[in-house]
């Protein structure tokens, strides 16, 4: 008989995991601490913009195979596996806090106590390693009287899906990683996977601590790889010969051990993940008496990378005090309203210590934006609106509604049209003809000489 499923913790990574095994026809029993969302939810619509999961949402619902609770217990008493996917922000100093991890480990080990036969508890959230021994297990064995392996199980299993595609890399992973106390919550894991993924994607089983690593690493990697692109795309622009960035990644990405992905240069990256992942690990690794050179330089380029576009924009255009720019995309990636970490805060932060006057753009991120930036910038409801008048403007997030923009509208609505391409959509020939135009890794110098 099929496992029946709790995910603790109704954010990004729960929610898309509650959905998407409801709508494989699994029972699906999720909770979480704040009623609003759980009735939110409960009616059928998702308290985030995530493409395709209100779709999703509201089919589980109707066939029946999801419901959502305001309390742990329930969840954990009518259900045989529970995810923990609550969040764990970092404190000021980079460590992990894990107040959500630990209230809701409380609660799950006090539903235990009542229930009876096998339960396994999964560990979804990203903790660093070592913390699923040294504070779950201990707390669940406290509040639960019963002991890892002998009465329930446990296992870490850290989740990879991007915002803005979750429920396709939910549904299409390249690869399950587990971290087992003991071999029955292994095995217990793996055929819950098995049955849901058939038998072509790798899972790959071993103890708890290297798992709750492999997260790590791998998000530290991929921050590196784009902190990497974005300073070979600085030295790019001061080439005097014409070079670009684009050109470049494209060819070193042909080589299959550097691989295309991850080789955009833009603006800097942000996310709810990589800024507190790669600070959690820098974080950990000085605690246990190792300094980690690399990823401290990572996150710094990263930072950098905003005020040199400042600097950029100020060579074209002298001194910004008073001048209009125009700020298109505020999510830090597009298809999300996410602007946790993004790079357009950054910018927007030094244009108004330039005194610049900015007024911003987004499909969807205009409300969280505000909860950040608040009355000190001008929010447009349309890209003409923003573009109307600008002496300036930037693009810092590649939506799709952005690609479709041509050369004739920034000439048309802006004052002065400059323009420049933060994320490499436009093509740089076409527009350089039409107004002034530069881009990210891209020279200044067009001709050889
Ligand atoms: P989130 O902040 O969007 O959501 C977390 C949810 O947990 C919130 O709704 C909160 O109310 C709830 N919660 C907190 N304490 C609770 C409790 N005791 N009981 C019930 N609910 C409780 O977080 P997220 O972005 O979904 O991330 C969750 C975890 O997954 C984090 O560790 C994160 O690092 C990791 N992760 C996130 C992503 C992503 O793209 N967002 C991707 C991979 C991994």
Redo the contacts with the bound molecule.
Sequence with gaps: MRKKISV????????CTTVCFAVKGYKVIS????TT?VELIGRGTSP?YEPGLETLLKEAIQDGNLKVVSR?EGAVLGSDISFI????PILRNGNVDLK?VR??TK?IGKALRKKDGFHLVVV????TPGSTEKVIKPLLEKYSRKRVGVNFGLAVN??????GS?IHDFLHPNRIVIGEFDEHSGKTLEMLYREFYGDKIPILRTNPATVEMV?YASNAFLAAKISFINELANICERLPQKVDIVEVARAIGMDPRIGQEFLNAGVGWG???FP??TKALVAFSRKIGYRPRILEDVIRVNLEQARRVIDVIKEEMGALNGKKIAILGLSFKPNTEDVRGAASIRVINHLIQEGAQVYAYDPAAIDNAKKVLGTKIKYSSTISECLDKADGCILVTEWEEFKKISPEDFTRLMRKPFLFDGRRIFDPKEFSEKLRFRAVGLSKMRETP
């Design positions: 603790i913790g109704l954010g990004y990574v729960g929610l909770s979480d601490k704040e969302k985030f742990t996917a609550v969040g764990t959500f209230s809701s609660e979804k959230s990203t903790v850290p989740e990879f899906l991007r915002e979750a997260k996310g709810s993940c507190k992942d």
